[in-house]
């Protein structure tokens, strides 16, 4: 199994907006005064630079467009709804916000097998929705998809149950743990794992401040090192500026590491030698995307495991 992909699917945003539905718990959204016309159209520069960026150093991408009657704020981040795996299956999750239901598109299936992809069959969750019961796709789980963990960290978005029916289904070992941030004087529940960790091929960045409880902390460190991940530890402030929100993608001729400006400016010239001893780092401003969506550059590519069609 393949850590790493080329391809990668992502949604061009037409009514982008802070989320109502989702700021509830998702504390990394900020409202401002800006007029929603102009948050969309700075989203929608933000998104085709973004796309620029990857497609210059090889990252094959399939950009498809939102649809405007939809009113899918939100739209933007894909892999919270789906997750394409190795052996053809796609996964469809159940989404906490119900604004973010409609996101999931049967068209958008049609654009990747007409990119001669072979999909084989669908795996889905979202019959959970009707429980109140939800896990957002790979913004609730990390992959390692070489090792057959997943890391998940519990929230209202990510139920223990779905976590491990997953896990089985997809032949995984779940590691399943808390994480907390500090929000107005309290500690609450992350509402996405893949904010607070990344793994890719040879190492893990993590804000292992973020797991309060130390017998937690120790599974989920001791299940990267077993693994002979070099663990980059990122603090909460770091956290705050999206430094857990990145992915390893393969590029023409090398790997980058994919991330916003506002996080690749947060981190320390020792964290960056860090990364860049195994991979470069490709990062963009997503200024805009961040502030008024709460997520980042991971949370805006789907990454396409499935097979080609022979």
């Known amino acids: 199994m393949k850590q790493i992909t080329d391809t990668l699917v992502m949604i061009r945003p037409v009514n982008f907006r802070m989320n109502e539905e989702t700021a509830v718990n998702n504390y990394f959204q900020k409202s401002t005064s800006d007029l929603q016309a102009t948050v969309n159209i700075k989203a929608q520069e933000e998104f085709d630079a973004f796309v620029k960026k990857l497609k210059g150093v090889g990252v094959n991408i399939i950009v498809i467009d939102d649809i405007a009657t939809q009113d899918t704020p939100d739209s933007i981040f894909p892999n919270n709804w789906v ?6 299956d796609v ?3 159940p989404m906490f ?3 973010r239901r409609k996101e999931r598109r049967e068209d958008i299936f049609e654009k990747i097998e007409a990119e001669g992809r072979l999909i084989r069959n669908f795996v889905d969750y979202t019959s959970a929705e009707l429980e109140n019961v939800f896990l957002e796709g790979t913004g609730s789980l990390i992959l390692d998809r070489e090792n057959r963990k997943a890391y998940c960290a519990l929230s209202p978005r990510a139920d223990e149950d779905l976590i491990i029916e997953f896990c089985e289904d997809f032949e995984y070992t779940p590691v399943i743990f808390n994480a907390y941030q500090s929000h107005e004087g309290k500690r609450l529940p992350i509402y996405h794992t893949n904010v607070m ?3 890719a091929e040879e190492f893990a960045v993590i804000c292992l401040d973020t797991i309060d ?3 937690e902390l120790k599974l989920v460190a001791d299940s990267l090192v077993q693994d002979g991940k070099e663990i980059i530890t990122i603090s909460e402030e770091q956290m705050n500026n999206f430094a857990g929100n990145m992915l390893q993608v393969q590029g023409e001729n090398e790997k980058f590491l994919v991330m916003s400006k506002t996080a690749h400016d947060s981190l320390t010239e020792k964290q960056i030698q860090s990364i860049e001893k195994h991979c470069k780092i490709l990062s963009s401003d997503l200024s805009t995307i961040e502030t008024h969506g ?3 550059a991971r949370c805006m590519l789907a990454e396409v495991f499935i097979p080609k069609a022979i």
Do not use: P
């Not at 997750?83 to 053809?88: A, L, Q």
């Open 97 to 99: 916000a119900k604004n």
């Open 83 to 88: 997750s394409f795996h190795e052996n053809g």
């Open 197 to 199: 960790m990344c793994v």
């Open 213 to 215: 409880d130390k017998k």
């Open 294 to 296: 709460g997520g980042s």
């Open 91 to 93: 996964a469809l999750y």
